[in-house]
């Protein structure tokens, strides 16, 4: 029996690269995950590799995968993948890597062509490899992607939940009976991210986190993700803390699909969500927001309500829609503003009660039967 295939060494691609230079000709980049290999790969990875005399494709490894696709995923392990992709005509070599962004082997390869499926823009490319590629003096291509072939397409239609008929975006598959599919975004502490952990576990909401998402990879909302064994993501939202770059909206958008989630939570997300989110899940996008709405919207809601003199507060569950905090309201909780509040004592008893009216609201909304995609409210 043949030995399991071994994939190629960053030395011996980066050798491949100087020895293409020196003879006047180019090594072509391209990397992903390449669990599921369809025809519409392989012709994106001809028009690639036609870029340039030779192509390295970088592969993630099953590690990487799982962070950027949940648990899961890979349905096939990285030495199978990188030994099918080898022997596809148009690839040279195949290297595996453990990160989930390309950054270090951009470095190291320093290619002379970076191939990028038709999905991303110049602009909507990850800052960190942008910028690695841009110091390399690579050229970008972005590629026409094939229409109604991808994995995910697949995954779902497997799952009964697509039709055969090619579309431009993947449907989420239908609910499991009573079950909701949730995604939690945060930022912060993750408290209520914990509270939604445990109603679930102790059935008061029947709901599953399909996956979680944070802009912020050492915060403790993804270590609690991390330890309750939660697909745990990072999107690198850019510079500005309460912007999310188009790059990171699209990313997170393709996140959601692929975890086939039927409502978004946002708890303590720091950054504006935007479109395409925004509109592919209107009705099913619920925030937590510490205040009586539509009293004290935005970001320092707590000493707001101190600094005007209020002699209560609280805490409300809302739709979120384009405009922030705006979205109708689902629920709201009161809690009393003592004498001598500093915003973090009445944020914290305003926690209190959050964790109690999230969970409840999306136990409620789950026995109310969900919105279709594009609904209005639940
Ligand atoms: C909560 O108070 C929520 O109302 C606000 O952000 C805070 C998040 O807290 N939007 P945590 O990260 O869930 O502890």
Not at 38 to 49: D, K, M, S
Not at 265 to 290: C, D, Q, T
């Amino acid at each position: 029996m043949p030995a399991d295939y071994t994939p190629a060494t960053i030395a011996s691609v980066r050798r491949l690269r100087d020895s293409l230079e020196e003879q006047g000709k180019k090594l072509v980049f391209t990397n992903g995950c390449f669990d599921l290999l369809h025809a519409g790969h392989v012709r994106y990875l001809e028009q690639a590799r036609a870029l340039g005399d030779a192509m390295v494709v970088a592969l993630n490894s099953d590690h990487s995968v799982r962070q950027l696709k949940g648990p899961e995923r890979p349905l096939n392990p990285e030495n199978d993948r990188a030994e099918v992709m080898a022997a596809l005509r148009a690839v040279d070599a195949v290297v595996v890597f453990d990160d989930e962004r390309a950054t270090t082997l951009i470095e190291a390869i320093r290619p002379h062509v970076y191939a990028k499926g038709g999905d991303y823009t110049v602009e909507s490319l990850n800052r960190e490899e942008r910028t690695a590629l841009e110091a390399a003096g690579t050229q970008i291509s972005i590629l026409p992607l094939v229409p109604g072939r991808s994995t995910t397409r697949t995954i779902n239609k497997m799952h009964g939940g697509v039709s055969a008929a090619p579309s431009s975006l993947p449907v989420a598959a239908p609910l499991e009976a009573g079950t909701l599919r949730l995604a939690v975004l945060g930022s912060g502490a993750g408290s209520n991210l914990r509270a939604i952990i445990a109603a679930i576990a102790a059935g008061t909401l029947r709901a599953e986190i399909a996956v979680t998402i944070t802009d912020q990879p050492t915060s403790s909302f993804r270590e609690i993700a991390r330890t309750t064994g939660l697909p745990a993501l990072y999107v690198d939202g850019g510079e500005n803390p309460r912007r999310l770059s188009d790059a990171a909206q699209k990313e997170i958008f393709e996140h959601l699909e692929r975890a086939r989630v039927d409502v978004v939570v946002l708890a303590g997300f720091m950054r504006i969500l935007k479109e395409p989110v925004i509109s592919a899940y209107a009705g099913r996008i619920v925030n937590v927001h510490p205040s009586l709405l539509p009293k004290f919207k935005g970001a320092n809601a707590t000493q707001l309500a101190i600094d005007e003199g209020e002699l209560e507060s609280g805490c409300t569950v809302h739709l979120v829609t384009a405009e922030i905090d705006a979205g109708r309201i689902l629920a709201q909780a009161k809690v009393p503003v003592n004498i001598g509040d500093t915003a973090e004592t009445l944020h914290a008893r305003i926690k209190v009660e959050e964790h109690k009216l999230l969970p409840q609201v999306l136990n409620e909304w789950r026995e109310r039967g969900l919105p279709v995609r594009g609904a209005g409210a639940p």
